[in-house]
Structure formats: C-alpha cells, structure tokens
C-alpha cells in the first residue's frame, strides 16, 4: 500500500497543531532544574533548558512575561514554572512556553497558586474595568488586621500624619494560619454589612510564602471581589504578590503605603486651598475692579443720557413756542394783507367800470383829460362786458 508523502514543514506542522489541541498541554505546572540559562539583551527573551534525574525539556520565556519576575534565574536553580506546550516546527522538537516562575521549594501550595490565579483570571476578577475608585477625602477607614501588628500601627501613624480628620475603625483579625482567611473574610463582611466605610484596608507585615499562603484563598478573593466598598490590599513585602492583591481594587507595596494611597495629605490639600484662595481673591478683585470701571463709565453716559433728554425738552419747549409765535406773526400778516387788498379794491379802475362807468386808453394807456387825444387818434373803450376801438373826430 502506497501511502501519501508530506515534508518535514508538513509533519511538524501537524504535530504542533495534535500538541496544542490538547487541553492538558495548554496549561501545565512544572518543576525542575535549570541549565543553560541564557538571556538574549535585544530581545528580553530567556531560553533555558528544565530538568531533572532522567529527562530534560527546552524551554523559553518571552520578554513580556520575563519581565514580571522577581529574580533572575541561573543554572542550577530548581523552579517551577507555569506554561503551555508546543512544537518549535523549524527544529522539530517540543519545548515549553513559560509564562510565569518561581523558585521550587514549596511544591503543590505554588502549583495551586497558579492555577486560582489563572482560573480567577479567566473569569475577569482582576480586570481593570470592574475594580472600583478609591474615594478623594475619605471620612471613615476600615482596617482588617492583627491589632498588634507593626501593620497597624504603620497605617495608624502614617494616616494620623496625612490626614488625621479620618475616622478609623480597626477590625481584629488573624493574619497567619488556617484560621486566617476566614477571619478577614469575617471582617469584610461586618465592614460591608455596617456600610458606612469608605475604603478597607487588608493589611499585615512581610514573611514566608507559607505566611502569606492565607491570602491565596480563593473564597477570600471572592469575598474581596464583592465588596461594595473599595479594598486596598497590603499584604506582605513590596515583592510579595498574593490573590488578595490581583483580585483588590489597588494593591500597595506595604502598609504604609497602604495608609498613603487611602487618604490624602492635609497639609498638600491646605497648601491647594491657601493658592486656590488667593488665585480667586486676585481675580475676584480684578473683576471687581473692571465692574467699577464699567459702572463709571455707565454713569458717565448716563449724565449725558440726560444732558441729551433735558436739550431735548428744552428744544421742543423753544419750537412749540416758535410755531406759536410764526402762527400769530402769520395771522397778523394776513390781516394787513387783507386790509391792503381792500384798499387797492377801491382804487381798481376795473371796480370803477363794474359800477356803469368807462375807461378811455390811448396806446395801451388810461386817458384822463379831453386834452390827451387829437383828431383821429385811436381810442379803446373798456366797460365791464366788453371794449369799443373808436376814432377821434
């Protein structure tokens, strides 16, 4: 039976795609010692080499995730790490893609770790996006702790130092042991039932993995995600992750910090307000300032506004008194006119003629004596219906 041919590509393809289908390989936690370490500058990435008595696997770790660490691995250190499982198809061999480490020694409590961190992960307890805002000015602050921790008398100095108008209510919890998450579960509780908090504040000093492993409870991280008041958590040292930390609205490095990330600093907020009353008193006066220029300049075309109207008043008393004045010049004007017409009415020669009388005229001109007209001279004759062109004889 003659069977197909495929390249090398080809079946190294195919085993890398059988490989990563598999759901066991996709997430595995493995534990083994390190060798032929190396850290490539350029990249960021770390290529290294897991093993153990009988067996050993190439591994490597990108930048992005090498970033995270908190050390710096090397040959000959034992670690278990946390990664997916693939075919490198250019050399045909299998490796593992780390995506997280840590040095060995404390075995199935790390592996478990891993995976409630993946698993809360997977189901967005650590999104940014649901995590909740601390409040500016806050006027009451819980705390969850042992109370005779230096943790609490950290966070009770530093905000007695910041912001001492803070009320703080102290719940006494066991930071340490088997009865530890469910004694800050306890305290979360209580805080959220009272509801008059304004932050939470887990807190307890540095130690062991073993001392913190308390806070790697996956029902206290459940508890911490349903919180309606915001939580900070302050577990441990600067270097110190736990659940607690990835699942809480913020994470701060230690207790202290915790303190200064919860309330603000009195003396920075009355420093603003000392500048903020001065910015305002400086522009509050140039704006009254300007009002009083604007109200000056108001009256000033105010009093002209009414410099104007009283002319104005005066104008019309002047011309209504004017038009009087021409209207009686006018009338007396009239009368005299009229008396004149009636007297030059009486010297009309044409009156004269309207009562039965005759005008003689001599070249266009009224003849006044018999003298003034010579022997066939033309004459007219004007009476009040007509005229007569004669000759003198």
Known sequence: MIRSTITVSQLNFYMRSVIESDEILRSVFVKGEISNFSLYRKSGHMYFTLKDGQSSVKAVMFRSDAEKLKFMPEDGMNVVVSARVSVFERDGVYQLYVSEMIPDGIGAQMAAFFQLKEKLEKEGLFDEDRKKELPRFPKKIAVATSPSGAALQDILSVTGRRYPIADIEIFPCVVQGAESAESVIRALNYFNMKNDADVIIIARGGGSYEDLASFNDERLARTIAASNIPVI?????????????????????????????????????????????????????????????????????????????????????????????????????????????????????????????????????????????????????????????????
């Open 233 to 393: 958590s302050a577990v441990g040292h600067e270097s110190d992750f736990t659940i607690a930390d990835f699942v809480a609205d913020r994470r701060a490095p230690t207790p202290s910090a915790a303190a200064e990330i919860a309330v603000p600093d009195i003396k920075e907020i009355s420093d603003f307000v000392a500048d903020f009353r001065y910015t305002l008193k400086k522009e509050v006066s140039s704006l009254l300032e300007e009002c009083e220029y604007d109200l000056e300049s108001a009256k000033k075309r105010l009093d002209i506004r009414r410099f104007i109207e009283n002319k104005e008043l005066i104008l019309d008393k002047v011309s209504s008194s004017l038009f009087m004045l021409s209207d009686s010049m006018l009338e007396k004007k009239k009368n005299v006119l009229a008396a004149k017409i009636s007297a030059l009415s009486a010297l009309d020669p044409l009156s004269v003629i309207a009562r039965g009388y005759s005008v003689v005229y001599k070249d266009e001109k009224p003849v006044s004596s018999s003298k003034d007209i010579e022997k066939d001279d033309k004459l007219v004759i004007k009476m009040k219906d007509g005229e007569i062109n004669c000759v003198a004889e």
